[in-house]
């Protein structure tokens, strides 16, 4: 069976930091894209971050310069460095797995459990 799990969440006052680690396996991990998403309450799920297979990135403009995703294929392993964190950045984190064959078909989408991130003085 597929899992993904995150960790790495808590409580941190604004302008700290915080590295959110998602394990995987069940998955061919090389060829999934990554993503982190968040969800704060009474708000929609929203892209924070992903990564390709190919390691090309993209980025929420609200995270950008703050915000790094990386992927360490040897590990099956996917993280998002958090600095200088905001009140708004306070959500349920998400990591997604997704592969997609060339002609837009999507044949694999998983998520995690989540890990609450909380900015607050």
């Known amino acids: 069976q597929v899992q993904l799990v995150e960790s790495g969440g808590g409580l941190v006052q604004p302008g700290g930091s915080l590295r959110l680690t998602c394990t995987t396996s069940?998955?061919?991990?090389?060829?999934?894209?990554m993503g982190w998403y968040r969800q704060a309450p009474g708000k929609e799920r929203e892209l924070v971050a992903d990564?390709?297979?190919?390691?090309?990135?993209n980025y929420a403009d609200s995270v950008k310069g703050r915000f790094t995703i990386s992927r360490d294929n040897a590990k099956n392993t996917v993280y998002l460095q958090m600095n200088s964190l905001k009140p708004e950045d306070t959500a349920v984190y998400y990591c997604?797995?997704?592969?997609?064959?060339?002609?837009?078909?999507?044949?694999?989408?998983?998520w995690g459990q989540g890990t609450q991130v909380t900015v607050s003085s």
């Open positions: 990564i390709s297979s190919g390691n090309s990135i």
């Open positions: 069940g998955i061919s991990f090389s060829i999934y894209a």
């Open positions: 997604n797995a997704r592969y997609t064959r060339r002609e837009g078909v999507i044949v694999g989408d998983y």
